[in-house]
């Protein structure tokens, strides 16, 4: 008991302290790619940054609009905290020789949770968004509440093809029935597919139209200072965070080494796979203009859902007729 | 031991750190108050107009859409895990399945359920 709960406390710490430096990288990633610095005057390099954005964040004035529902719009910000917390409970960042994994919790329906767990975050936004009482939060959540649903649906049909040619829904299982050949190419096109819907799923360039701080002002959180304006912030690196692990366990063969190369450890594959695809995630913030949302909409529903049941299907088919 | 233990032990934690960073702005925050902060955010100027909570009827519709195709997603996920066992049936039963799916997704398309115009 004692040590679990232990590992839990520090496994969170090593998710917040990860979402801390993430956030440090992508300023400094977004600096190179349009040829500047970046954060580089607190601490060596930049490198206490986060700890002075903590203080700040900690320290600075709580507001809470007249016009606002004073209860919701304190419990939104911690609904998506706690979602983006909770899926850690499951997730396997390794495995013993013996083929126990590395994990808090090694639950068989492990994918099941994560998907039920991260689908309750939209409240977060929503909520956040209607007890503002403003109308840029309003629209902001509106928006996104629909965005997200909408891009779920092809997100949830993705993960059918990695079960069909895992035969489980153990995130284990997941990893260990890519030990000789990664899903990613025999599920390519729910790759694509999956790493679309994720990018609208976390809200992220460029499907940030929750955000879209050029029409919207800031979106749902628009009305939000402080810690809790810091939750949200927080809330969407640690999501950006699970959906990387995902991808990796589900697509990018977890822990499994490739081209044989055992000689470096399971865990170090885990979180090089974990930080490249990352990295994509801050690539793509830097490169690619916000959609619009109209044809945000009409991609997900006409082209998105269409494309992820055909996989399915194909799939489908080929473990069925071999 | 159960391992959903575990996954209890572990969402407790989560619980108290989310609710720490829920209570921390009350109890170190500065606060200098001012009516003016309280306004709701409207570009600098006084909101013309209260929300009124009213927006287009197509985002119902999604919700409900949402609602009809997310339940047919998880059913897939049972089928998924079985079809080494279920084999050509499975299969069969399932393209019945997707047919069905796909001609209610026809007609919301042609009725202009799909349509952001």
């Given at each position: 008991m004692l040590v679990i709960f232990v590992k839990s406390a520090v496994l969170l710490l090593v998710v917040v302290t990860t979402f801390a430096y993430a956030m440090l990288f992508e300023r400094k990633i977004l600096g190179w790619m349009q040829l500047r610095p970046g954060p580089n005057r607190v601490g060596p390099w930049g490198l206490l940054q986060p700890a002075a954005d903590a203080a700040k964040l900690i320290l600075k004035e709580d507001l809470t609009p007249k016009t606002a529902d004073p209860l919701i719009y304190r419990l939104a910000p911690f609904i998506s905290l706690l979602t983006a917390f909770a899926v850690y409970a499951v997730v396997p960042f390794g495995a013993n020789g013996d083929g126990s994994p590395w994990a808090i919790g090694d639950v068989n329906a492990g994918i099941l949770f994560l998907m039920a767990i991260s689908s309750i975050g939209v409240y977060g936004i929503s909520l956040g968004g209607w007890a503002s009482g403003s109308k840029f939060p309003l629209l902001g959540a509106v928006r996104g509440t629909a965005q997200m649903i909408s891009y779920e649906l092809s997100m949830s049909l993705s993960f059918v093809g990695v079960l069909m040619l895992a035969g489980t829904t153990s995130l284990t299982g997941i990893v260990n029935a890519q030990e000789r050949l990664w899903f990613l190419i025999p599920q390519a096109l729910g790759f694509v597919i999956y790493v679309i819907t994720a990018v609208a799923e976390t809200n992220r360039t460029p499907f940030d139209l929750v955000e879209a701080e050029t029409e919207?002002?800031?979106?749902?959180?628009?009305?939000y200072s402080g810690l809790r304006f810091g939750s949200f912030f927080i809330a969407e690196y640690v999501n950006m965070l699970t959906v990387s692990c995902i991808a990796t366990l589900l697509f990018l063969g977890g822990w499994n080494a490739p081209f044989?190369?055992?000689?470096?450890p399971g865990l170090a594959w885990f979180v090089l796979k974990v930080g490249a695809f990352m990295f994509f995630y801050m690539w793509l913030r830097a490169t690619l203009p916000r959609f619009r949302y109209d044809r945000l909409m009409t991609f997900g529903w006409k082209v998105l859902l269409p494309l992820a049941t055909l996989n399915l299907v194909a799939t489908a088919a080929w473990v069925a007729l071999h | 031991m159960n391992p959903y233990l575990p996954v209890a032990i572990f969402l407790a934690v989560a619980l108290a750190a989310a609710l720490l960073f829920t209570v921390l702005p009350g109890l170190l925050a500065q606060r200098k108050p001012n009516p003016l902060k309280l306004e709701a955010y409207e570009c600098g100027v006084e909101p013309t107009s209260s929300v009124s909570g009213r927006f287009p009827v197509r985002f119902y519709l999604i919700a409900m859409l949402f609602v009809i195709f997310d339940v047919e997603a998880a059913s897939f996920y049972p089928w998924a895990v079985e079809l080494h066992a279920l084999k050509l049936f499975g299969l069969l039963e399932m393209v019945v399945f997707i047919v069905v799916l796909g001609i209610g997704y026809a007609y919301v398309w042609k009725r202009g359920g799909l349509a952001w115009k």
């Open positions: 919207l002002v800031g979106g749902f959180h628009t009305e044989g190369l055992t000689l470096v | -």
